[in-house]
């Protein structure tokens, strides 16, 4: 992992390697933190933060559910975003702020433990590997399935949910895939273990609905925009397991996985097991608005 110099901490700017919790944190023993994944990028006009006020609303919705009260505004946590990127000296770099639970009384109430806030940012490539934003990646449905309705709200940007990502990812990892793809718990198509997933088929964009346990990404709401505006049809659906294995084009959607091509799905070969035209244009005009910084849709923050 690529350290930063600082992390941001409650308001302060610490070393990397002096940035601990207490083992007694509530969060430690019963996952109670929530977070966000934020992207800011070296475009051609400066560094910009790509759906920085989306992330934070987002954050703030986590926190919502979760009954956290964040003691900074959401003008605060914009400012030391902006000020532990430019402490650490990025011109890109990967965002994670976090809210979590710490030392207080442990037990499974939460109340009595206090609000914790920290800022990490370090450099980090593409997230399913080198090279597969053009060659794609092979990926499984996963034995597990997505967070059921009303359990563990998917909504919510919450740690504990990937615990159930954590079980997608390793049994994917065991058989050399790069991914594993959840089903919802009615067996139809939810998202991989971080990211959302998109089918194409006859020209037409497929993505599963947000009520079907995702978590509905800003790279999602990104890719179907530009669709749209591109002339395709795009359609928030039911989407059956084999619809995978008949696609012309599957892809993944991330903050870190940004477009993934998937090439192949439970040895399936999907398309021509490479990046297919409909995930190319979207990807180069997603990737344009990050690397030009012309921002037609003003999703940019400029830092
Ligand atoms: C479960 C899940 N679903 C969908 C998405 C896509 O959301 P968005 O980034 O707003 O388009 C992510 C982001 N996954 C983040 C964390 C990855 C990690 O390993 O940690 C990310 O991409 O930053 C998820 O974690």
Not at 145 to 160: F, M, Q, V
Request: with cysteine.
């Amino acid at each position: 992992m690529n350290k930063s110099a600082k992390i941001w901490m409650n308001g302060e700017l610490i070393d990397w390697n002096d940035a601990k919790i207490h083992i007694m944190s509530h969060v430690v023993h019963y996952g109670s933190s929530i977070f966000e994944g934020i992207r800011c990028y070296d475009t051609e006009k400066g560094s910009a933060i790509l759906f920085l006020d989306e992330h934070i609303k987002r954050l703030r919705d986590s926190s919502k559910i979760y009954r956290i009260e964040i003691p900074y505004s959401e003008k605060e946590l914009k400012e030391a975003i902006i000020s532990t990127i430019k402490t650490n000296e990025h011109k890109s770099c990967y965002v994670r702020p976090l809210v979590y639970r710490g030392q207080g009384a442990l037990g499974v109430n939460p109340y009595r433990a206090s609000i914790e806030v920290a800022i990490a940012t370090w450099e980090w490539g593409t997230y399913l590997g080198d090279d597969v934003l053009e060659n794609g990646v092979d990926v499984r449905v996963s034995s597990w399935s997505r967070l059921a309705p009303n359990t563990l709200p998917s909504w919510a940007k919450a740690g504990g949910n990937y615990l159930n990502s954590q079980l997608i990812k390793m049994e994917a990892l065991m058989d050399d895939y790069a991914e594993g793809l959840a089903l919802d718990i009615n067996g139809y198509v939810s998202e991989g273990s971080g990211e959302n997933i998109f089918v194409v088929r006859d020209g037409i964009i497929y993505t599963p609905m947000s009520a079907q346990s995702i978590l509905p990404g800003f790279t999602r709401f990104a890719v179907m925009h530009i669709a749209k505006k591109l002339g395709y049809e795009v359609r928030e659906s039911l989407i059956p397991r084999e619809a995978l294995y008949v696609a012309d084009e599957v892809f993944l959607t991330g903050t870190a996985a940004e477009i993934t091509p998937v090439r192949s799905i439970d040895k399936y070969p999907v398309g021509n097991e490479k990046r297919g035209p409909v995930t190319e244009v979207l990807q180069h005009n997603y990737l344009k608005i990050v690397q030009t910084g012309e921002d037609p849709y003003n999703w940019l923050t400029f830092i």
